[in-house]
């Protein structure tokens, strides 16, 4: 078996458990991703909704109910929320960034327009909100409410901070928490808190959530400077041509000699990028071991995760998340 099929086994394994109530969850999302007035809504949703995402975090509150012992049906509900959540995001973002691309596939904006992708992603946080109040959960509802105002705070502070080369790591982690990190964690706790979960693991769960999110977005990033674009259905350097600070590049600028850092302001601050640029940057993130580096804090917070993990009780599907954990630093090598 391949590094590759070995590293798909957590995120499979765990789909093949949740099969019934990932079921659900999708029809759930088809339903309410309907509109009786406004047939651009179901299309421009549809494009991405049906695009092969992972349904990643919606997974994720599956299995923390589950973990938890929850027996009732809310946990599907929320689960949709998380995903029409991050779909809106997604549609935002990409208008955002100017996209052309997302998950190998040509972007809404790019499609449609700009317009149609603002406001869909707009109705699909007002159908989550929707979705949220039938569980009858206070606190639920705050969870998820103040997780969608920190991730549009994540993505303001990153649009502030991307082309500065005086942003530090703990910027950068900042930007992350907020607007990968936020939504993995809720995603996590929701469903630990539907399930009447005991206060320590629905803190385990949050954290996990935490720690995964910020795993995963670090790597997401490294695979930007080094990743098949076959695979992440994104070309190699799309953050570079963005003039997105990421961290291989915050790590190679601290290490820039007055050449180097006058590249990189050329590049990112200025946003003057001629031919050949990419390969020199690739080449300085090489010459300063960066890739590793950021890999290697990818892996401490894939341990933070697994440690959260252990306040739960040992289960089958506990052991999938612990797996999952080390599946996303695994996709980069």
């Known amino acids: ?16 458990v949740l099969a019934g109530e990932m079921g659900r969850v999708n029809e759930l999302i088809r339903t309410r991703m309907a ?13 991405l909704v049906e695009a092969g995402g992972k349904r990643l975090r919606p997974m994720l509150t599956l299995a923390a109910a589950r973990m938890c012992g929850y027996e009732g049906d809310h946990h599907v509900k929320l689960a949709a929320t998380v995903e029409f959540i991050h779909t809106a995001t ?32 707009d109705y699909l946080f007002a159908r989550s909100f929707q979705l949220m109040v039938e569980t009858d959960s206070l606190r639920v509802m705050d969870i998820l409410a103040n997780a969608s105002a920190v991730i549009a705070e994540g993505e303001v502070l990153q649009m502030t901070a991307a082309q500065d080369l005086g942003t530090t790591e703990a910027i950068y982690l900042q930007v992350i928490r907020g607007k990968t990190a936020a939504l993995f964690a809720a995603a996590c706790e ?29 790597v997401d990033d490294l695979l930007d400077y080094g990743g098949d674009a076959g695979v ?22 601290a290490k820039a000699d007055d050449a180097e850092r006058a590249f990189w302001s050329r590049c990112i601050e200025k946003g003057d990028q001629r031919e050949g640029d990419l390969d020199h940057a690739l080449e300085l993130i090489g010459k300063h071991g960066t890739m590793e580096s950021t890999r290697q804090e990818a892996l401490v917070w894939a341990g933070r995760a697994k440690s959260a993990l252990e306040v739960l009780p040992p289960s089958e599907i506990r052991a999938m998340l612990a797996d999952l954990a080390d599946y996303v630093v695994a996709r980069v090598r």
């Open 90 to 121: 997604l549609l935002h973002d990409d208008v955002v960034d100017e996209s052309a691309k997302r998950r190998g596939r040509p972007t809404a904006n790019l499609l449609w327009d700009n317009k149609s992708s603002v406001l869909v992603g």
């Open 1 to 16: 078996m391949s590094v590759d099929d070995a590293s798909q086994k957590p995120h499979d394994r765990l789909a093949a």
């Open 190 to 218: 929701v469903g630990g808190v539907v399930a009447g979960a005991e206060e320590a693991q629905v803190t385990a769960l949050r954290d996990f959530g935490d720690a995964l999110g910020i795993s995963f977005q670090i």
């Open 232 to 253: 992440t259905g994104k070309n190699v350097g799309d953050d570079f041509r963005e003039r997105k600070l990421t961290l291989p590049v915050i790590k190679a600028v």
């Open 35 to 47: 509109s009786e007035h406004a047939p651009r809504i179901p299309e421009v949703t549809a494009h």
